[in-house]
């Protein structure tokens, strides 16, 4: 038998208004065994309704929900997303979720102690507003992971493409990047770094922030002094699909940006820097830091071999996601972990100017959006 479910939907987001949510019924579906109603009922805050119009702003990752459930068998259980919700006697609920940027997912599933179920599925969408920068400088990202070599003389790779996403995720949801500026490019070959690069290359203005990383297979030629990363479609032998280190450096300079930080976590990704020391300096105001175009990079190792799982990239992320700061500079970051990954690993990060690509002493900021 069918049986009709009572349904009213209302949200609690609590903080000031600073990114856009939507909401729309995606399907219902009931089938119960009896002719009984059930409810769910969702009950602040009252100016939240099912409806896509009407936007709402906020400035959190998590929408709290609370409600009420009823049915007349009894409630068995509830879960949101296959997520099991404590719900009272009385029927009451409260609960959080984390909203990923984009679209989000909701499914209520009421199981009554005849193990009769309904399934009413939403979707929320939050949308990011611009973070204020000094100059009105936007922060774009590339974010290269790769991890299957089609030469089998190139082993394959657990860990780069989940770095990449773990990254994407921090810098979108806590920092000064945009969804729609930063790129993914997963498992790339030459050509879509090189495209990737174009790209940016075309859109980047010289008050924009740049960051590139790149996480995969390095080589380093100890004959002719050059260093390569490796795309997935790199041969053994044939340097034709490699992608030099010089390359790498041009384009680093002909970005016009104000600032750009390269993240390299490869073997013998220290072979980027003319000069294998790490940079050296007294602090410089932030705003001072800001203001000079940099050309920086910070590396997981110098030109030596580094793990898959890496120590470099648990650190990094960690600090990234606990920093409290609204401005961190990138030199302030790799200080904060870089005793933890010499102390963890058998490897030493480095952070330095990428030489001959127009540093002038600055320094990239990290902007942290803030909750008003």
Same mark, same amino acid.
């Given at each position: ?5 009572? !349904? ?5 987001? /609590? ?12 399907? !219902? ?22 409806? /896509? ?148 290359? /075309? ?28 795309? /997935? ?86 600090? !990234? ?52």
């Amino acid at each position: 038998m069918k049986k009709n479910l009572a !349904l009213i939907l209302t949200f609690i987001w /609590s903080g000031t208004f600073a990114q856009e949510v939507t909401t729309n019924i995606k399907g !219902l579906y009931v089938d119960f065994g009896s002719d009984t109603p059930s409810e769910l009922t969702i009950v602040s805050p009252k100016d939240l309704t099912t409806k /896509s119009r009407g936007l709402k702003r906020v400035d959190k990752k998590f929408v709290e929900i609370e409600g009420i459930v009823k049915d007349a068998e009894g409630v068995k259980q509830l879960a949101l997303n296959e997520e099991l919700i404590d719900v009272g006697s009385d029927g009451y609920f409260i609960t959080n979720m984390a909203l990923s940027v984009g679209e989000n997912d909701l499914v209520f599933s009421v199981l009554d102690k005849e193990d009769n179920k309904t399934d009413t599925s939403f979707q929320l969408v939050r949308y990011q507003n611009e973070v204020a920068t000094p100059d009105g400088g936007k922060y774009y990202a590339l974010l290269i992971g790769i991890e299957d070599y089609k030469d089998s003389s190139f082993i394959d790779l657990d860990y780069p493409i989940d770095d990449a996403q773990k990254l994407y995720e921090v810098l979108v949801d806590q920092y000064a990047f945009n969804t729609e500026r930063v790129t993914l490019v997963l498992d790339a070959t030459r050509e879509s770094i090189i495209n990737a690069l174009d790209d940016l290359t /075309s859109v980047v203005t010289p008050v924009d922030n740049v960051l590139i990383f790149y996480a995969g297979h390095g080589i380093w030629d100890e004959k002719a002094e050059i260093g390569y990363w490796l795309p /997935s479609n790199a041969e053994e032998g044939k340097k034709a699909d490699w992608f030099r280190n010089s390359a790498l450096r041009d384009y680093i300079k002909e970005i016009n940006s104000r600032h750009t930080l390269l993240i390299a976590d490869a073997c013998f990704s220290g072979s980027i820097f003319k000069s294998r020391s790490v940079l050296i300096g007294a602090d410089a105001a932030t705003n001072k830091m800001h203001k000079l175009p940099s050309r920086k990079a910070m590396t997981s190792g110098t030109l030596t071999a580094v793990p898959d799982k890496s120590v470099f990239m648990k650190f990094l992320i960690d600090r !990234l996601e606990k920093n409290e700061e609204t401005y961190v500079s990138a030199g302030q970051l790799f200080s904060s972990f870089k005793i933890a990954v010499m102390n963890n690993s058998d490897t030493t990060p480095q952070y330095g100017i990428v030489q001959n690509a127009g540093d002038e002493g600055g320094d990239f900021i990290f902007i942290k959006r803030t909750e008003e």
